[in-house]
């Protein structure tokens, strides 16, 4: 057992105690179907991160909501009948950061397994999204992706780039939100401190400025099984687009509006990379290049979904839009009746433009 997992068997062990306490309310209240999904957490890795949609089933679905039962890892299951569907809400991938956690659920996706329960984002499956060889996946669908090479020899990579030109940069492989090091220079190369990262890769730079007006663009098209929406635009003056540094203004507003209203005219090559992948349920991230091109920079298996702040209203149709996507997959893997509430939940132009006229 390593520190890190070590770490988190403990951590959990002492939040897992008042997690326990308000599954239990929450189960006792809500989980009544007859027919449910088990919804696996960790207690002490973002158990709460799609409280969101519980909420929102509360306020909109409630009939819905009383198919979802809250469990955490380990889930040893006594009474399997009730069960139609297995949801684990883990920080992909589970082994990077708690080996424990990986065997747990292996073993409770055997158990599902041996008793023909479907599982939504197996948790072998989601090292499959790691920026390498995610990459490699998604371009194998046809699909432009930045080069990429993981770092297994600093001093190889320090003399070769992995191939790559410069600009580059490094960035995790296996994580959402680390550190990212762009290197312009040689004189930069032998400089870049690798002992930040746990598992570096090396990535092309590829310059997607506008033309127009200079910004970078980043766009999430998000994929529920077969179906998926537009989820948000960020333009920033930043090459590396996050959601904080986003730019904003009524002309930017429109035009992610005019984004979000409309099918993603990448859609149909986006769920080939979701096949490619191997997962249910996963938001990529992409931009254009100068001549136009599209150019996926990763795939998310547990990507954030939130409806952020209230100058950003106008967004918040399109979370609904797409936590009904979520619920229609589940519903749809566990052969399940979709609700005619729930298909309407799916369209929302209208709204969206009545938002904007406001």
């Not at 326990?20 to 002490?44: G, K, Y």
């Not at 490699?136 to 990579?157: E, H, K, N, W, Y």
């Not at 333009?235 to 993603?264: C, I, M, N, Y």
């Amino acid at each position: 057992m390593d520190a890190r997992d070590w770490w988190y068997r403990m951590a959990g062990a002492v939040a897992g105690v008042p997690l326990a306490w308000r599954d239990a309310e929450r189960n006792q209240r809500w989980s009544t179907a007859d027919r449910r999904f088990l919804v696996i957490r960790h207690p002490r890795k973002k158990p709460n991160f799609y409280d969101v949609l519980l909420n929102w089933l509360e306020e909109r679905h409630p009939d819905l909501r009383t198919r979802f039962e809250l469990q955490r890892l380990p889930c040893h299951v006594r009474d399997w009948h009730s069960y139609v569907l297995c949801i684990p809400w883990l920080q992909d991938p589970v082994q990077a950061w708690s080996p424990t956690a990986y065997a747990q659920a292996n073993r409770l996706a055997a158990d599902c397994d041996a008793r023909a329960i479907p599982i939504i984002n197996r948790v072998d499956r989601l090292a499959a999204a790691g920026k390498a060889a995610g990459a490699a996946l998604i371009a194998s669908a046809g699909i432009r992706t930045a080069r990429m090479a993981r770092i297994t020899d600093p001093a190889l990579f320090r003399e070769t780039r992995c191939g790559l030109d410069l600009p580059l940069f490094v960035r995790e492989d296996w994580r959402h939100c680390g550190p990212v090091i762009r290197v312009d220079s040689e004189a930069e190369m032998s400089r870049v401190p690798l002992s930040q990262f746990r598992r570096p890769v090396a990535v092309e730079y590829i310059d997607v400025r506008s033309p127009s007006d200079g910004l970078f663009r980043k766009y999430r098209y998000l994929a529920a099984g077969e179906i998926g929406f537009p989820l948000s635009m960020h333009p920033s003056k930043h090459w590396f687009v996050k959601g904080s540094d986003t730019e904003f203004s009524a002309s930017l507003r429109d035009e992610e509006l005019d984004f979000l209203v409309q099918p993603d005219p990448n859609g149909a090559r986006l769920q080939a990379a979701r096949r490619a992948l191997g997962l249910d349920f996963v938001a990529f991230d992409y931009s254009y290049d100068r001549n136009g091109q599209l150019i996926v920079w990763e795939a998310n298996p547990f990507p954030a979904i939130h409806f952020g702040s209230e100058h950003r209203r106008y967004r918040w149709p399109a979370v609904s839009r797409v936590l009904a996507a979520m619920t229609r997959l589940y519903l749809n893997r566990a052969r399940l009746p979709i609700p005619i509430a729930l298909a309407d939940s799916l369209h929302w132009e209208a709204d969206a433009v009545k938002t904007r006229a406001a």
